[in-house]
């Protein structure tokens, strides 16, 4: 047990023990608080973190926390593993430019990202149920990981390893829908989503990537051995929704390993010979110029309405043809060969 986690623990133990006069027990309890909140942010300014703006106690009802702000993210956090913490920071601005990077030119926001990191799934789920109103059920069928919603990354902890692979993920769908003026289709934002999941965290630097995504790849592989492929003209169609109601594991596996492989396609194949219509396809959408009819345009602006089937089927098949190709048949040999390529 590392210093951090004892002075915790006796914090909290300390401030929970029979005291009369409850005024005096908050106060304690507090005071411990700021105690331990004062020693992390020494930690994490000891580190001499680039990434660092500032540590100041968060004030909130679920434990006690800590909001750590950098260039272009504010995390609140009730998460105090120490490893953890001095590795946010890096992590998500390291996130925030491998985002851009995916445009043909850089973007540049204003207004910092909130993020959630709790400390427990009880903690999450409390502020869940608070934030998400009625879709705090959608949210809560998530087993071990983290979602984006109004503007927000929410993650709880599950080990350092998945933890920043859910927040490399679902960072992607913040930035993109912070950002972009139209909402991209599923199997794009989807499949863009999982270049940010596999990572490697060393003393000095952060890297993503993607080729060694072993999760996604385990999948793929499966997919095609059981010959379960999804149809390039269906999977460009497709809601996750759709695959996520069947409540069949191997098309929910399907749907994502192949979005993975078929993003993976556009921007490697050939030594990247659609490298340039990939980011132009992403460009297009950034800056809201897709050949978009009147009312899928609508839809693509308003985060407010809802990513719809039928939506999905008509952009996701449409921007596919305009940009990539409308000879299914052929770009899917070519798909599939790149996607036995890679799944070895």
Known sequence: MN????ILITMILSAGGCISDNNTATNTRQERIA???NIVTEYLHDKNLPELVSVEQWQNEYGPGLKITTAHYEIYTTLFNHAMLSKIPRFVETAYQAYNSQLPEPVETTVKFPVYVFADRSQWEHFTRTFAGEQARMFYKIKAGAYCHNDACVAYDIGPKRTF????????HQFNGRVFRYRLPSWLDEGVAMLFEEHKIDDESIYFIPSQNGYRLKSLGETLAKNKII????????NPGQVL???ETEDVMAFYSQSYALVRF????DSGKRMGIYQRLLADGLWGNWPLDEVSKEVAI???KPRTILWNHIVGTLLFQKYIGEDFERIEQEYLAFCRQIAR
Not at 3 to 6: R, T, Y
Not at 231 to 238: D, G, H, Q
Not at 266 to 269: I, Q
């Open 3 to 6: 210093k951090f986690s004892l």
């Open 35 to 37: 105690v331990y909140t």
């Open 165 to 172: 692979l859910a927040l490399g993920h679902e960072g992607w």
């Open 231 to 238: 149809p390039l003209r269906e999977l460009t169609a497709i």
């Open 245 to 247: 109601a069947t409540d």
């Open 266 to 269: 556009l921007r490697e194949a």
């Open 302 to 304: 308003d985060r407010n």
